[in-house]
């Protein structure tokens, strides 16, 4: 998989990121450190359980802020699977300066891996049918680039980066007294070229008014399976599809079934559960 084109891999933004995870954890400096003798050791992180590896670049900016003589020889890359007892890299260097970056280290990688893993799990339910799996901005603040990112790590596609680079018009945003077609005219010429502009849409006859407008994408909130299918039948490849709301593990593929382009769902960022991360050292 290549990642190397995403914003997230830019170093000054890692960079800045880490900068802020160690003030909050180390402060004015680490009173533990002293009861730690100034040896070198050799230590590795080791994965409790079966996930998808993400976050290695955040790892190493940390090690390199807290200590630039640290080495770090991963056996794993991102977006690779890891099982139960895998043995992610090997570190060495100073055994004080390894344990004040350790926190910081399992705390980055434990969420970012956590998201790609829960990603991996709804992305393989959908293998049997062409819908993509979409995320959302219902991201950990501060962590947005990072956890899109991640998605990707797990087999999924990123939605739009935030309020710059698409537009949804939704409920609100039609209350101003301005009809839907005159929103769409507004959208379209003044979004940059390639943004998305998108509808969401609540019923069958709101989908319906929606395709007399250029628009190339509707979002079908809360339909039900049945009523997927059939706005899937009124569009007959005219636009695409999106759907969203109440989406699980349990339905993701009854509703990728009904023939939607594509199902977002904010549970892959809010609902992960961090990948389990030990570092141990070996004496």
């Given at each position: 998989?290549?990642?190397?084109n995403y914003p997230v891999t830019h ?55 807290v200590d630039r003589s640290i080495e ?75 956890q899109k990112y991640a998605v990707l ?131």
């Open positions: 998989m290549d990642l190397s170093a000054e933004e890692i960079r800045n990121l880490v900068s802020i995870y160690l003030a909050e954890d180390i402060g004015d400096g680490d009173l533990t450190a002293a009861l730690v003798p100034t040896e070198t050791v050799v230590g590795k992180i080791i994965s409790r359980e079966a996930g998808v590896l993400c976050g290695m670049s955040f790892a190493n900016e940390v090690f390199a802020q770090i020889d991963w056996h794993f890359s991102d977006s690779d699977s890891v099982q139960a007892n895998d043995h992610l890299c090997t570190i060495s260097g100073s055994a004080r300066s390894i344990l004040t970056a350790e926190r910081c280290v399992l705390n980055i990688l434990q969420t970012l891996s956590g998201t790609a893993s829960v990603t991996k799990t709804y992305t393989e339910k959908l293998k049997p049918y062409k819908t993509s799996l979409l995320d959302t901005r219902k991201t950990i603040p501060g962590l947005r680039n990072a790590c797990g087999g999924g596609t990123n939605h739009r980066i935030g309020l710059y680079d698409g537009i949804l018009i939704k409920e609100n945003h039609l209350r101003s007294g301005n009809t839907l077609e005159e929103v769409v005219d507004l959208a379209i010429s003044t979004a940059p070229k390639n943004a998305l502009v998108g509808i969401e849409v609540e019923t069958i006859k709101e989908l319906e008014r929606a395709l007399n407008t250029p628009i190339t994408r509707v979002l079908l909130d809360d339909f039900t399976v049945e009523a997927m299918r059939e706005a899937v039948a009124i569009v007959a490849g005219r636009i695409e599809l999106e759907a969203s709301g109440n989406v699980t593990l349990e339905n993701i593929a009854e509703i990728a079934a009904t023939g939607v382009n594509f199902i977002s769902t904010s549970a892959i960022i809010k609902n992960l559960k961090a990948l389990d991360l030990s570092l141990l050292f070996d004496y």
